[in-house]
C-alpha cells in the first residue's frame, strides 16, 4: 500500500519537475553553461515549453510522457538512494 502510494505521489511530482528540467535543459543549451541551473526564469521558460509542445496533438504527448518518464526516473533513484543507501 505504501508503495503504491509513493508510485504515485513520485509520478505527481515528475509532472510538475519535468517542465523545470526542460527548462533547466534548454537554458543550458542557450547560454552554454557547463550545468544547468533550476530557479525560477528555468522553471517559467521550461513550463511554458512543455506546456505549448504539450498541445501538438500526438508528438506532443510522446515529447511529454519522455520527459515525464525521465524526471520520474531520476527522482526514483533519488528516493531509493536516500532509502536504502544511506540507511
Do not use: C, D
Amino acid at each position: 500500500f505504501v508503495a503504491g502510494l509513493l508510485y504515485i505521489l513520485l509520478f505527481v511530482l515528475s509532472s510538475v519537475y519535468a517542465g523545470v528540467f526542460l527548462g533547466s535543459l534548454i537554458l543550458k543549451k542557450l547560454f552554454k553553461k557547463p550545468a544547468p541551473e533550476a530557479n525560477w526564469k528555468a522553471a517559467l521558460l521550461g513550463v511554458t515549453v512543455y506546456t505549448v509542445v504539450g498541445l501538438v496533438p500526438v508528438l506532443g504527448w510522446l515529447f511529454k510522457m519522455t520527459f515525464l518518464l525521465t524526471v520520474f526516473g531520476f527522482l526514483s533513484r533519488a528516493v531509493y538512494q536516500k532509502a536504502w543507501i544511506e540507511r
